[in-house]
């Protein structure tokens, strides 16, 4: 059984950095090294939205609101990805979910392995 496992959430103030870590559990190695990984937020009242990709190869891609300030990188050995977060603002503040499939396209929800989340609250 596949399961991704987020940790690292919590609070922070604005203009702090927080790490948060996404675990992938039950997944083969043979598998994990060519799959896309990748962090999305959901803030409440709003609809879940891409933070950031990072494909087999360690291309990444991100939202244009985090760009400069968060960082996405993996270690497949340990079966991990990270999401470096910097200057961080009340914006920011949402649920942060991990989540893995063998195509970043089709990384959605309902599609691929989904974590369930870690908070993130930044205050002003």
């Known amino acids: 059984q596949v399961e991704l496992a987020e940790s690292g959430g919590g609070s922070a103030q604005s203009g702090g950095s927080l790490r948060l870590s996404c675990g992938a559990s039950?997944?083969?190695?043979?598998?994990?090294?060519?799959?896309?990984m990748g962090w999305f937020r959901q803030a409440p009242g709003k609809e879940r939205e891409g933070v950031g990709t990072?494909?087999?190869?360690?291309?990444?891609t991100y939202a244009d609101s985090v760009k400069g300030r968060f960082t996405i990188s993996r270690d497949n050995v340990k079966k991990t990805m990270y999401l470096q977060m910097n200057s961080l603002k009340p914006e920011d503040t949402a649920m942060y979910y991990c989540?893995?499939?063998?195509?970043?396209?089709?990384?959605?929800?309902?599609?691929?392995?989904w974590g369930q989340g870690t908070q993130v609250t930044v205050s002003s």
């Open positions: 990072i494909d087999s190869k360690g291309s990444t």
């Open positions: 989540a893995t499939h063998l195509r970043c396209q089709q990384m959605v929800p309902g599609s691929g392995y």
């Open positions: 039950g997944l083969p190695i043979n598998i994990l090294r060519v799959a896309c």
